[in-house]
């Protein structure tokens, strides 16, 4: 029988505004701990909350961006639990109505087609601080993330794959890049997932329990848990085994989900209105005024790319997906003015190996008129496709600036018929047997003699002309 992976996903995005949610504590990472701690973030008995207006702003921004409605009235609710790392004993979040609904992101399905993942709710709500377990008798809290204002986003239950969740989850970091208001980083933990994952037959009569997985670590991992979870409960459902709805975690050592707890019961949290955070009223006037403020988002800037540089649906989605590729892409260009050759280049060459050596763009050796210098002299055909390669790749290993590198090494294409033909000769004096392959038919033997001349010129020669050349002289014996 086959079955159906039905996924929904929970990401928590840590919002990089300047204070915390609801007080003048800074909002910042990597200090000593409690020292960003100042009463706000304490859970002070009589210490009064004030709302972030730059965290509205950028939940407003999140929602737009995310295609969602911003709902005029918002409300905030304590949800309460104790955990040595809640100091007050709750947390403020959005219940009842949260400040953004019913957005989406879209996505491509298996079979490449346009897919709508739609969003629930986007809700502001507070980080808790962090416990820090030294493997022996103690435990250490460090309060600085407490109160540090985080961003809920549920999307519903649309997903069936782990390549479709993959691809969700980057758009949505993406975004959020683009929009500069989380920096996105799930390895450092500033970007959460929770997966939430089940299987039904094609029938719609035998389904799985959902089961959680907690704090995904990595995207890659993400579509690793689904797969992962859509077999596991697959093989349980074909011993007609009934598993408790349960919440388990990705062991990234074994590959393997891990069970945490069973829910017998739903959580409660006592959910109640916080009677000091009054709810939130947005009129048009702020929601326009933060949308002024936003930039072009990779949707946008994929029709724009496909116009403008004239590029193909699927070069135009790779080099705007990523903010800091799009920028880089447009830079580049500005100085060679040639979009193909730049997209070209930038996707099979540079992209390919970032990807290999998990570097970003920001961390390449070389500065970007290097690379413009070396696109140039593609673009007007000083050097051949093969001294391009290899320049690149020195230039990607060791940083080094291609102009002087080429003129120290000699590597300028020579066009020039007088040299060429000279070795064109020699190779082919050398060759008798492959000439009469090729006049009997092998067509296939000619780029055998162009690259004997391509390596006797040291791989100088323009491979356009050795082409040409070859061909007239054995046309005419
Ligand atoms: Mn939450």
């Not at 629930?120 to 008798?137: A, F, N, V």
């Not at 649906?313 to 193909?340: F, G, R």
């Not at 210098?373 to 000083?382: Q, Y």
Request: hydrophobic letters at 35%; aromatic letters at 8%; a negative charge.
């Amino acid at each position: 029988m086959s079955y159906k992976t039905v996924v929904g996903l929970e990401i928590h995005a840590q919002l990089s505004t300047n204070t915390k949610s609801f007080s003048a504590d800074p909002n910042k990472f990597g200090l000593d701990p409690n020292t960003a701690t100042y009463i706000g973030s304490l859970g002070m008995p009589g210490a009064i909350p004030v709302l972030s207006k730059e965290a509205v702003e950028y939940a407003i921004m999140a929602g737009l961006g995310f295609n969602c409605n911003i709902n005029k009235e918002s409300t905030f609710e304590r949800k309460k639990y104790f955990y040595p790392d809640l100091p007050a004993g709750y947390q403020v979040t959005q219940v009842d109505t949260p400040i953004a609904s019913d957005g989406y992101i879209i996505v491509k399905d298996l079979e490449e087609n346009d897919k709508k993942i739609r969003i629930q709710r986007i809700q502001i709500e507070e980080d808790t601080g962090k416990s820090l377990h030294d493997g022996g008798e103690f435990a250490y809290l460090d309060y600085n993330r407490s109160g540090a204002t985080l961003i809920e986003i549920v999307s519903y239950p649309d997903i069936n794959s782990p390549e479709e969740a993959k691809e969700f989850l980057t758009k949505l970091r993406n975004t959020l890049r683009f929009l500069e208001i989380s920096d996105g980083k799930m390895e450092e933990g500033s970007l959460r997932c929770d997966v939430n994952v089940n299987v039904i037959d094609e029938k719609n009569i035998k389904k799985s329990s959902i089961i959680e997985v907690k704090n995904v670590g990595s995207i890659s991992a993400v579509g690793k848990v689904i797969e992962y979870e859509a077999n596991r409960q697959i093989e349980l459902l074909e011993k007609n085994e009934i598993e408790v709805r349960s919440t388990r975690r990705w062991d990234d050592e074994v590959n393997e989900t891990v069970l945490m707890r069973q829910k017998f019961t739903a959580d409660n949290f006592n959910y109640s209105y916080d009677g000091d955070v009054p709810n939130l009223i947005i009129d048009d006037e702020i929601i326009n005024s933060v949308r002024e403020k936003m930039p072009e988002l990779s949707d946008e800037k994929r029709e724009r790319f496909i116009k403008e540089y004239n590029l193909s649906e699927y070069d135009a989605s790779i080099l705007s997906n990523d903010k800091d590729i799009s920028i880089y892409y447009e830079d580049v260009n500005k100085l060679v003015n040639d979009s193909t050759l730049v997209a070209n280049y930038i996707i099979n060459e540079l992209l390919r190996r970032l990807n290999d050596e998990n570097i970003e763009i920001k961390d390449l050796r070389f500065k970007e008129n290097n690379f413009s210098d070396l696109l140039n002299l593609i673009k007007e055909n000083k050097i051949n496709n093969n001294t391009a390669k290899k320049v690149f790749r020195v230039m990607f290993e060791e940083g080094i600036e291609p102009i002087s590198y080429i003129e120290e090494n000699n590597l300028i294409q020579v066009s020039d018929e007088g040299f060429i033909d000279s070795i064109v000769d020699e190779v082919l004096a050398e060759n008798p047997e492959t000439i009469e392959q090729y006049l009997s038919g092998k067509d296939r033997v000619l780029g055998f003699l162009v690259g004997q001349v391509m390596k006797k010129s040291k791989g100088k020669a323009n491979p356009s002309v050795v082409n040409e050349i070859i061909l007239s002289k054995i046309k005419k014996q």
